[in-house]
């Protein structure tokens, strides 16, 4: 049976949590958001655009708030904080996460003691994650406790209580973490591609705390940079749910978004008016967070044709097996050629499992073989491989199978089961409140329109072979424009001790 997977629909766990999304958490929520009930409507009525179910607005402060009306009994509230990496050095990595996991420790009016008897009979979690471009904090909580989760949201981005004593825990227990990693195949691959693919790139900063700045990072430096994200410049807030009503007093609209949302004719408990007004009284201008003159830097362009072609080291730490990662131009993530280049990569990954993982004598030769990118404002194509027996031959089997990518006609026949896939893919992110937060947060922070997202199922469902085809020739086909870091374990302890 193939596998169908790509990357950039799933959770790519090839590589160390270091170049990945780090995810604090007080607590996990009880309920899923997906159980969700519908009713069926009898009468034909014309449904209004997606659109409708979004509306934008203003605070006092001068911070974005959007709403997404989204059917369920669930709310999603994010604190989304722009800049990431670009405003930290790489010495530095990880300092906006350690800020965050600290702030979600205890605040001024709610201690630890306190959440944890809250969160015995209300249903909610606050988390954090810090990826290049921003971070975020989201508060998810069952409608009904809207109102006591809000305030401990709130508070705990206001005023959180930021005790040494919780840094210096937490410090120990990353940098036990770090150490158990750093001799590990994946963190050693990780850091190799970071520091091949990004050298004198903003993108060289790592979200996560790594082993260059586990040291660094101070309380001194937490507590200054905790007054850099309450930069409200810096701030956007986005609220998904199934409000009711809006600004101008019309009542809710029947959510219609294609392959995302489901029915929602029941009537909501929480208004937009009521999310509006609480977010102006917690974030507004009465809040701490007011503009600090803080300039994102724009993000360089990424291109790789200059780089070093290929990159090898060998370490006993691998034993008798590779592991290897190539990393190549991707397109942005709103250009017209992503789509094309998505159903590329999951051709691709077929090829690649049933041309290098299955064939002939290399069965079991390697244990992990897949397509994948690296998100970001720039994005960047990855192939990963892990726990190849050897080296030998490996690079060239996988050119060879990336060269034999079928022609349009072979592509026009297989067309409809990777658009099913694809469409399944972005269904099933959609389907929950914390998908939809993401893809909102994401389209609002790399294309301005926070509806941008939902052109995607038509892109899809319109995108043709000839356009695949062209995305692979422009994207994967010249195997020059791969560059290869490879880690090998060939050579014995005892040469590498000398």
């Not at 003159?293 to 990159?311: C, E, G, R, V, Y």
């Not at 942005?332 to 993982?357: C, N, Q, S, T, W």
């Not at 290399?362 to 080296?391: C, H, N, P, R, Y």
């Not at 060879?400 to 658009?419: D, G, M, Q, T, W």
Request: with cysteine; charged share 25%; glycine share 4%.
């Amino acid at each position: 049976m193939k596998r169908i997977v790509f990357s950039v629909f799933l959770s790519w766990s090839l590589l160390c949590s270091a170049l990945l999304t780090g995810c604090l958490s007080t607590k996990s929520t009880k309920s899923a958001d997906n159980k969700q009930t519908t009713k069926k409507t009898t009468s034909a009525r014309a449904q209004p655009s997606p659109l409708a179910a979004f509306s934008e607005h203003t605070l006092s402060n001068n911070i974005p708030l959007i709403v997404k009306k989204h059917s369920g009994t669930f709310i999603s509230i994010r604190f989304v904080i722009e800049g990431g990496v670009s405003l930290l050095k790489e010495a530095y990595s990880g300092l906006e996460n350690v800020t965050l996991q600290l702030m979600l420790t205890e605040s001024a009016n709610f201690s630890q003691e306190a959440t944890a008897e809250l969160e015995k009979n209300h249903d909610f979690s606050i988390t954090a994650a810090s990826k290049k471009d921003y971070s975020y904090i989201e508060l998810v909580c069952a409608e009904k406790d809207f109102d006591v989760a809000f305030n401990v949201f709130a508070d705990r981005i206001l005023h959180p209580t930021l005790r040494e004593k919780a840094f210096n825990a937490l410090m120990e227990e990353k940098k036990a973490a770090i150490a158990q990693k750093a001799a590990t195949p994946q963190a050693m691959l990780s850091n190799e591609l970071r520091s091949a693919a990004y050298k004198h790139h903003p993108y060289a900063t790592s979200p996560l705390v790594t082993q260059l700045s586990a040291d660094k990072i101070t309380f001194d430096a937490v507590k200054q940079y905790h007054k850099k994200i309450l930069g409200a410049e810096k701030v956007k807030i986005i609220a998904v749910g199934n409000f009711s009503g809006g600004t101008d007093g019309t009542s809710a609209e029947k959510n219609t978004d294609s392959a995302t949302d489901g029915e929602h004719d029941s009537e909501a408990a929480i208004s937009i008016d009521s999310i509006v007004a609480k977010t102006e009284g917690a974030f507004g201008a009465k809040s701490s967070i007011a503009p600090l003159n803080i300039t994102i830097p724009s993000i360089p362009p990424l291109d790789f044709s200059q780089h070093k072609n290929l990159s090898q080291k060998e370490s006993a730490l691998f034993g008798e097996e590779c592991y290897a990662v190539s990393y190549f131009n991707a397109p942005h993530r709103f250009d017209a050629d992503y789509v094309p280049y998505v159903f590329a990569g999951m051709i691709l990954d077929d090829l690649l499992f049933d041309e290098v993982k299955q064939k002939d004598s290399a069965q079991s030769a390697v244990k992990s073989l897949g397509v994948g990118i690296m998100e970001g404002m720039e994005q960047t194509g990855i192939i990963s491989v892990f726990k190849a027996k050897t080296s030998e031959g490996l690079i060239d089997s996988i050119d060879e199978a990336i060269a034999s990518f079928p022609k349009e006609k072979v592509i026009r026949r297989e067309l409809n089961r990777y658009k099913k896939d694809y469409i399944m893919a972005l269904y099933e992110k959609n389907r929950e409140i914390s998908g939809v937060a993401d893809s909102v947060m994401t389209s609002y922070v790399y294309a301005r329109n926070p509806a941008k997202y939902l052109e995607r199922p038509d892109r899809v469902e319109t995108v043709t072979a000839k356009q695949i085809f062209e995305a692979y020739q422009k994207y994967f086909s010249q195997k020059d424009g791969r560059k290869w870091i490879v880690l090998t374990g060939k050579i014995s302890a005892e040469t590498e001790n000398q």
